[in-house]
Nanobody
Framework: QVQLVESGGGLAQAGGSLRLSCAAS????????LGWFRQALGKEREFVAA?????????FYADSVKGRFTISRDNAKNTVYLQMNSLKPEDTAVYYC????????????????WGQGTQVTVSS
């Protein structure tokens, strides 16, 4: 069993930055792949980023955030981060962290554990 709690959301101006955190408890954190998804009002939840549990920590990004967002993990703190730079109004959404996928990590149904989400609002 894994519990995930997001924090760090809030209001930012276009071009600004925010860093989201997701603290985990339960199963050994270091062996779990981790990811971030987001869901805007009236839209379906979509993939944002993922990071592997291997020694290199390979990361993967949606085209819409590549070059602006960075996913990282600190296994000693049982925490995964999403650094968001050059924010755009289109980034406004509830952001969710997830853990332990089976199958295609870009799909919502693949992930077993989810946090409750944190709101990010970007003004123009």
């Amino acid at each position: 069993q894994v519990q995930l709690v997001e924090s760090g959301g809030g209001l930012a101006q276009a071009g600004g930055s925010l860093r989201l955190s997701c603290a985990a408890s339960g199963r050994t954190f270091s062996v779990l792949p981790l990811g971030w998804f987001r869901q805007a009002l009236g839209k379906e939840r979509e993939f944002v980023a993922a990071i592997a549990a291997n020694s290199v920590g390979s990361s993967f990004y949606a085209d819409s955030v590549k070059g602006r967002f960075t996913i990282s993990r600190d296994n000693a703190k049982n925490t995964v981060y999403l650094q968001m730079n050059s924010l755009k109004p289109e980034d406004t959404a509830v952001y969710y962290c997830a853990a332990d996928p089976d199958g295609d990590y870009k799909t919502v149904v693949a992930w077993e554990f989810w946090g409750q989400g944190t709101q990010v609002t970007v003004s123009s």
